[in-house]
């Protein structure tokens, strides 16, 4: 996977250009938009990682510009800044998705895993299987092999949202988003009590477990069979 | 400091232009008056006049000419003499002259001549001077006359009072009016100079200085002590932010201390490869604790400045309470402790979601993290009549009336060792919220264990 990075910080253009090439991709790094601009229409890139706050052209003035010139490749939005508004402004130029900074690289890679895999129209789906595991959509119900799952409706919308994304890393913020809607962080132990509830329904019972702990980032569905 | 001198003073340069402003309008007014009053005078002068020319013409019409001469006959002579006008300037003031054709005079005063060009004749008389006003008729071919009246109260007016008094109003008044002037901006200077003073003092660091209150109530007490007010709330500000940069720097040193150990305790175990993870992983979570007290913070600030107002909307709070519960549910039910969920259904108000959102989810924390051992929690959200409400409490011990004071401070835990979870700035995010919402937050009295009661206007 080819991964453009803007950012005019050195720390955090090592961190991430080290971190990213880690993760097996071919990571090409600028301090500033000029020179990203030029090689974008050069060549294709899967993801852009691009520094929100850069002197010179800050990062939502390029942003504009590629979508402007018909760039449709998935951006991340980096930032310093938390304010919802921030957020909605970054939202509306054109980001696909946006990480306030200090972020875990993991974090990271998982989005850029699930922003690059996105397809361009998502299309609603009334069912989704995994293996054995089979989701109702409509009834809004689980099933592993002929057992029906009984979860709450948080437990089933976790489930439905891992699922979505099997094989992938998910990390605790994504959930936190996707699941509840919340956009801070709770410091109780949210996602892993109920995290933990669904895998006692979902594996415990069962000889393979399906969920697992991606340590210090996140969980990960698979099909273990 | 320099002084305002009282002479170049706004306020005495305004007195000393009123001042100047009002002997003009009292200049106007007197000639003003006196313009009227000779007008009324002048009148009752003609008024007399026709009176007396009239009561003549009567007297030609019914009896003749002789008649109208008896009429005005001093004694057996035709002619008044000098001394008959002495005498009638006295009395009667009006003097009188019929004459013939040839100018003879018939009867009266040989001296008195009518002059139609001017509105004063004067007689003809060796020690007279005074003014007459003059009118001069026909008595049928046979003779003419003239009939005139003393009028020395015009002169008077005109030519002597009106100057005068403008002269001594001018003279008067003007002086008055610098040492008034004078005297007023002194005594205001001294006012404002001590509020001047004051901020003077606290500009130079003299923090406690304050406005001394004359005890008056006027407007210059008004000012200072709102002034006063004001220097207080900064005062208390300053303290506050003070506690703050404490609080960061207590609550950051810490962890920054425990990483820079484990940092080191890395460098020891580098051949020792899971010692080193573990290491790595509590310095990971020193520093994640350290970002949430600075995401916090930033919060807290966002909040505080209002901005996030331009983003409210619509938020059914039912919802988003009911919601809530059903999500943390499972968290007490792991901390063996009961979670009771009353939520009236319809409730809404306007707002920030995420906020309220936040704002309930800190309170649940807060329910979990200090609450006694198999507390029994409740959320409980109704409509009152003009606000939404919205209590979180338990069935605890309450709090402390020493925690209870600085509850909502930042940085404040109840736990003074600071072994207990949290950063101390959970509940003045709650009372952040709130305000920004237009409500507040408070800590209710006399329920059992702590209840916390938000109030949002509906």
Same mark, same amino acid.
Do not use: C
């Given at each position: =996977?080819? %991964?453009?990075?803007?950012? +005019?910080?050195?720390?955090?253009?090592?961190?991430?250009?080290?971190?990213?090439?880690?993760?097996?991709?071919?990571?090409?790094?600028?301090?500033?938009?000029?020179?990203?601009?030029?090689?974008?229409?050069?060549?294709?890139?899967?993801?852009?990682?691009?520094?929100?706050?850069?002197?010179? =052209?800050?990062?939502?003035?390029?942003?504009?510009? =590629?979508?402007?010139?018909?760039?449709?490749?998935?951006?991340?939005?980096?930032?310093? =800044?938390?304010?919802?508004?921030?957020?909605?402004?970054?939202?509306?130029?054109?980001?696909?998705?946006?990480?306030?900074?200090?972020?875990?690289?993991?974090?990271?890679?998982?989005?850029?895993?699930?922003?690059?895999?996105?397809?361009?129209?998502?299309?609603?789906?009334?069912?989704?299987?995994?293996?054995?595991?089979?989701? +109702?959509? /409509?009834?809004?119900?689980?099933?592993?092999? +002929?057992? %029906?799952?009984?979860?709450?409706?948080?437990?089933?919308?976790?489930?439905?949202?891992?699922?979505?994304?099997?094989?992938?890393?998910?990390?605790?913020?994504?959930? /936190?988003?996707?699941?509840?809607?919340?956009?801070?962080?709770?410091?109780?132990?949210?996602?892993?009590?109920?995290?933990?509830?669904?895998?006692?329904?979902?594996?415990?019972?069962?000889?393979?477990?399906?969920?697992?702990? %991606?340590?210090?980032?996140?969980?990960?569905?698979?099909?273990?069979? | 400091?320099?002084?305002?001198?009282?002479?170049?003073?706004?306020?005495?340069?305004?007195?000393?232009?009123?001042?100047?402003?009002?002997?003009? @309008?009292?200049?106007?007014?007197?000639?003003?008056?006196?313009?009227?009053?000779?007008?009324?005078?002048?009148?009752?002068?003609?008024?007399?006049?026709?009176?007396?020319?009239?009561?003549?013409?009567?007297?030609?019409?019914?009896?003749?000419?002789?008649?109208?001469?008896? *009429?005005?006959?001093?004694? &057996?002579?035709?002619?008044?003499?000098?001394?008959?006008?002495?005498?009638?300037?006295?009395?009667?003031?009006? @003097?009188?002259?019929?004459?013939?054709?040839? &100018?003879?005079? *018939?009867?009266?005063?040989?001296?008195?001549?009518?002059?139609?060009?001017?509105?004063?004749?004067?007689?003809?008389?060796?020690?007279?001077?005074?003014?007459?006003?003059?009118?001069?008729?026909?008595?049928?071919?046979?003779?003419? $006359?003239?009939?005139?009246?003393?009028?020395?109260?015009?002169?008077?007016?005109?030519?002597?009072?009106?100057? #005068?008094?403008?002269?001594?109003?001018?003279?008067?008044?003007?002086?008055?009016?610098?040492?008034? $002037?004078?005297?007023?901006?002194?005594? @205001?200077?001294?006012?404002?100079?001590?509020?001047?003073?004051?901020?003077?003092?606290?500009?130079?660091?003299?923090?406690?200085?304050? @406005?001394?209150? #004359?005890?008056?109530?006027?407007?210059?007490?008004?000012?200072?002590?709102?002034?006063?007010?004001? *220097?207080?709330?900064?005062?208390?500000?300053?303290?506050?932010?003070?506690?703050?940069?404490?609080?960061?720097?207590?609550?950051?040193?810490?962890?920054?201390?425990?990483?820079?150990?484990?940092?080191?305790?890395?460098?020891?175990?580098?051949?020792?490869?899971?010692?080193?993870?573990?290491?790595?992983?509590?310095?990971?979570?020193?520093?994640?604790?350290?970002?949430?007290?600075?995401?916090?913070?930033?919060?807290?600030?966002?909040?505080?400045? $209002?901005?996030?107002?331009? $983003?409210?909307?619509?938020?059914?709070?039912?919802?988003?309470?009911?919601?809530?519960?059903?999500?943390?549910?499972? *968290?007490?039910?792991?901390?063996?402790?009961?979670?009771?969920?009353?939520?009236?259904?319809?409730?809404?108000?306007?707002?920030?979601?995420?906020?309220?959102? #936040?704002?309930?989810?800190?309170?649940?924390?807060?329910?979990?993290?200090?609450?006694?051992?198999?507390?029994?929690?409740?959320?409980?959200?109704?409509?009152?009549?003009?606000?939404?409400?919205?209590?979180?409490?338990?069935?605890?011990?309450?709090?402390?009336?020493?925690?209870?004071?600085?509850?909502?401070?930042?940085?404040?835990?109840?736990?003074?060792?600071?072994?207990?979870?949290?950063?101390?700035?959970?509940?003045?995010?709650?009372?952040?919220?709130?305000?920004?919402?237009?409500?507040?937050?408070?800590?209710?009295?006399?329920?059992?264990?702590?209840?916390?009661?938000?109030?949002?206007?509906?």
């Amino acid at each position: =996977m080819q %991964v453009l990075v803007v950012e +005019d910080e050195a720390e955090t253009r090592e961190f991430l250009t080290r971190g990213l090439s880690e993760a097996g991709w071919d990571v090409t790094v600028h301090d500033n938009p000029q020179p990203a601009l030029l090689d974008l229409g050069a060549r294709r890139f899967d993801v852009i990682i691009l520094d929100r706050m850069m002197p010179g =052209m800050d990062g939502l003035s390029a942003l504009k510009l =590629m979508r402007g010139a018909g760039v449709t490749t998935p951006v991340i939005l980096l930032t310093a =800044m938390s304010g919802i508004d921030d957020r909605v402004e970054g939202l509306e130029s054109g980001a696909d998705d946006y990480l306030v900074k200090p972020f875990a690289l993991s974090e990271l890679i998982a989005r850029i895993k699930s922003i690059a895999r996105r397809p361009e129209i998502v299309e609603e789906v009334n069912e989704r299987r995994l293996g054995s595991l089979h989701i +109702d959509r /409509l009834a809004r119900q689980a099933r592993r092999g +002929d057992v %029906v799952l009984d979860l709450s409706p948080i437990e089933y919308k976790l489930l439905d949202v891992i699922v979505e994304h099997a094989g992938e890393v998910v990390t605790r913020s994504m959930l /936190l988003e996707k699941v509840w809607g919340y956009r801070f962080d709770p410091k109780t132990s949210l996602v892993q009590t109920h995290m933990s509830r669904l895998r006692a329904k979902l594996d415990k019972p069962f000889d393979t477990e399906m969920i697992r702990t %991606v340590h210090g980032s996140g969980y990960m569905i698979h099909d273990p069979d | 400091m320099t002084r305002t001198r009282v002479l170049a003073s706004n306020i005495f340069r305004r007195t000393v232009a009123a001042s100047m402003g009002y002997i003009a @309008v009292a200049v106007g007014l007197v000639w003003l008056i006196g313009f009227i009053a000779i007008l009324q005078i002048e009148g009752e002068e003609w008024a007399r006049i026709e009176a007396e020319i009239a009561e003549t013409e009567d007297a030609f019409q019914e009896g003749g000419i002789e008649a109208a001469l008896d *009429l005005h006959r001093i004694g &057996d002579a035709a002619e008044w003499d000098d001394d008959v006008i002495l005498a009638r300037l006295e009395e009667e003031q009006i @003097v009188v002259a019929i004459r013939n054709f040839d &100018d003879d005079v *018939l009867v009266g005063y040989p001296g008195l001549w009518p002059d139609d060009a001017a509105e004063l004749v004067y007689l003809d008389h060796p020690t007279l001077d005074e003014g007459l006003r003059a009118e001069a008729f026909g008595l049928g071919d046979e003779a003419w $006359g003239t009939i005139a009246l003393f009028v020395p109260e015009r002169e008077y007016y005109w030519g002597w009072l009106m100057p #005068q008094m403008t002269y001594a109003l001018i003279l008067v008044g003007l002086p008055l009016s610098l040492i008034i $002037g004078f005297l007023l901006s002194r005594g @205001v200077l001294a006012r404002i100079e001590a509020i001047s003073d004051t901020a003077g003092a606290v500009v130079s660091g003299r923090m406690q200085s304050r @406005v001394e209150l #004359q005890g008056t109530g006027d407007e210059f007490d008004r000012l200072s002590s709102e002034i006063n007010g004001m *220097l207080d709330k900064l005062a208390q500000l300053n303290r506050n932010i003070e506690a703050v940069s404490v609080g960061v720097a207590h609550d950051l040193k810490t962890p920054l201390a425990n990483v820079a150990g484990r940092l080191d305790l890395i460098r020891r175990d580098l051949n020792d490869s899971d010692a080193a993870h573990a290491h790595i992983e509590k310095a990971e979570r020193y520093l994640d604790g350290l970002l949430r007290v600075f995401d916090a913070l930033l919060r807290l600030g966002e909040v505080e400045t $209002g901005r996030r107002r331009a $983003g409210f909307g619509q938020v059914d709070v039912s919802t988003l309470a009911q919601d809530m519960a059903d999500s943390f549910a499972p *968290l007490f039910d792991d901390a063996q402790k009961s979670l009771d969920v009353r939520v009236a259904k319809g409730v809404a108000t306007t707002g920030d979601r995420e906020l309220l959102q #936040q704002l309930l989810s800190n309170l649940l924390e807060n329910a979990i993290e200090h609450s006694r051992d198999a507390a029994r929690v409740f959320v409980e959200l109704e409509q009152a009549r003009d606000a939404v409400v919205l209590r979180v409490g338990d069935d605890g011990p309450g709090v402390s009336p020493i925690d209870r004071a600085r509850l909502f401070d930042r940085f404040h835990r109840g736990d003074q060792s600071r072994n207990t979870p949290g950063n101390g700035l959970g509940l003045s995010l709650v009372k952040a919220i709130a305000e920004l919402h237009g409500g507040d937050v408070t800590l209710l009295e006399g329920t059992t264990g702590a209840v916390f009661e938000v109030k949002i206007p509906a």
